[in-house]
């Protein structure tokens, strides 16, 4: 076999391994932090830092009415040591474009806006234990980013390639609340909410073309080496 048809199968494989890496996931991964603003929790004081583990996949097919199913758990860690888990078949990511319902799960009228909500996620840590935590009931997690329509943040009811940075958004929020049902042990049931203050979009693998294109330098690289040896020779 020549030097140039084994830089050739080489470059196929090479090619071939860069489109299939760039397929594997389509999930992307947002790491977010916020900090709790207003708490009726002891477990959970107002100035407790959030950091969350958000998932979508911009290619999943709609639920309906803006609604899109969740990929993986969501993780909601606080300081000193409170978790919050929400398994996929408890949640949903919505993305609102316009919205026409004043004060919509928070959302203001006319703006756009997507949000993580979860119902009665997993507790773990000193909040499990919180004598004001609703148990045998309903709970509800939601997570929201929301703009003016105007702003043009969002473009459609799809959920975005590229998550739109924290000073796109006019509203970054969270909040834990008790829905209905269960009994909490103190008699009374708290909630706590936060703001956001930073959202960092995770990418798990490199986009195809600069794998493409370190992919093809190397290949081309190693044809060099291939011809200066056979040139010695």
């Given at each position: 076999?020549t ?8 470059s196929v ?47 999943a ?28 078949g408890?949640?949903?990511i ?5 919205n ?23 507790a773990?840590?000193?909040?499990a234990s919180?004598?004001n ?28 390639d ?72």
């Open positions: 076999m030097s140039l048809s084994r830089m050739i199968q080489c494989v090479v090619f071939s391994l860069c489109f299939a890496f760039s397929s594997v996931a389509a999930t992307i991964e947002l790491e977010v932090t916020g900090t709790v603003t207003a708490s009726g929790f002891a477990s959970v004081p107002v100035g407790t830092s959030l950091t969350a583990f958000l998932y979508y996949d911009p290619a097919a709609p639920l309906g009415g803006g609604a899109y199913p969740q990929p993986q758990a969501e993780i909601f860690e606080f300081g000193g040591g409170s978790t919050l888990t929400a398994p996929p408890i949640g949903q919505v993305d609102i474009i316009d026409s319902v004043p004060g919509f799960q928070g959302v203001p009228f006319g703006d756009d806006a997507i949000y993580w909500i979860e119902t009665s996620p997993t773990t840590g000193p909040i919180d004598p935590l609703l148990t045998g009931g309903t709970t509800s997690l939601e997570l929201l980013f929301a703009a003016p329509h105007s702003d043009g943040v969002l473009t459609s009811g799809t959920l975005p590229i998550f739109p940075s924290l000073p796109q958004w006019t509203i970054a929020s969270f909040d834990f609340i008790p829905v209905f049902g269960g009994s909490c042990a103190s008699g009374s049931c708290a909630s706590f909410a936060g703001a956001v203050d930073s959202v960092v979009q995770v990418t798990p693998e490199p986009a195809t073309g600069p794998l493409a294109a370190l992919a093809f330098s190397a290949v081309l690289l190693a044809y060099r080496r291939m011809r200066v040896r056979a040139k010695k020779t």
